[in-house]
């Protein structure tokens, strides 16, 4: 399976926009690239996934490099409710993807 | 509401006894997942699913073990054989057909063994 790597942890002042790095070299043609993240005592949510092209929903916007070996993850406005860690994995196209999660980044947001 | 639902949320056992984890949900989603997370650790892979009657063991499978009799069901049994079971358990579940979606996971159960 292809591997993702991840910074341990980063921080951010509120208000200010964040990005998340994950690099992931080593990704085939048919890998999306998701990004979930986990708040303290509870299940991973999902955050956004693409493809190819740079994706934006209400939570965040995803920008994928042009040779698809990293990826980075933008909160445009840090709040302290987005302080969590953001884990991000690879998931095949079609059928059955069998999902697999590192250590992520754990976000620290500063008042 | 659509969901995954875990039970219960805090678990306490004593050393070798096995115990069973619930997890359930209203997703109609094909695939199921177990992982196992420890203090300050990432996820890691027990047991999934991708079709009733038919599971695999993930990266953790020794000391577990599940059954899928139902699409909606996926209980992982936490047995005596493992060496240390006290962790965060987390259920996941997603569709596994050609349409790409997100996976949904429950809210985990602790389980502390003493």
């Known amino acids: 399976d292809a591997k993702t790597t991840q910074p341990n942890s980063m921080e951010s002042n509120e208000e200010e926009p964040v990005h998340l790095p994950c690099n992931h070299s080593t990704i085939s043609g048919t890998d999306y690239i998701h990004w979930y993240r986990q708040l303290p005592s509870q299940g991973p949510e999902y955050v956004i996934h693409g493809l190819t092209s740079n994706v934006n929903n209400r939570m965040a916007s995803l920008a994928i490099a042009e040779d698809r070996k990293s990826s980075t993850l933008i909160l445009h406005r840090a709040t302290l409710r987005d302080a969590a860690v953001y884990y991000c994995i690879l998931r095949k196209s079609g059928g059955y993807q069998k999902v697999t999660f590192g250590t992520g980044t754990k976000l620290q947001v500063i008042p | 509401d659509g969901g995954i639902t875990q039970s219960p949320k805090y678990l306490f056992r004593k050393e070798g006894q096995n115990v069973t984890l619930s997890c359930e949900q209203n997703?109609?989603?094909?695939?199921m997942y177990w992982y196992r997370q420890d203090p300050g650790q990432g996820l890691r892979l027990i047991y999934y699913?991708?079709?009733?009657?038919?599971?695999q063991k993930g990266d953790i499978a020794e000391g577990y073990s599940v059954s899928r009799e139902k699409k909606e069901s996926f209980p992982l049994t936490v047995t005596s054989a493992q060496k240390n079971p006290t962790a965060f358990y987390l259920c996941?579940?997603?569709?596994?057909?050609?349409?790409?979606?997100?996976?949904?996971f429950g809210q985990g159960t602790r389980l502390t063994v003493v």
């Open positions: 997703l109609n989603h094909d695939a």
């Open positions: 699913s991708q079709i009733v009657n038919d599971f």
């Open positions: 996941a579940s997603s569709t596994s057909g050609t349409k790409h979606t997100e996976a949904f």
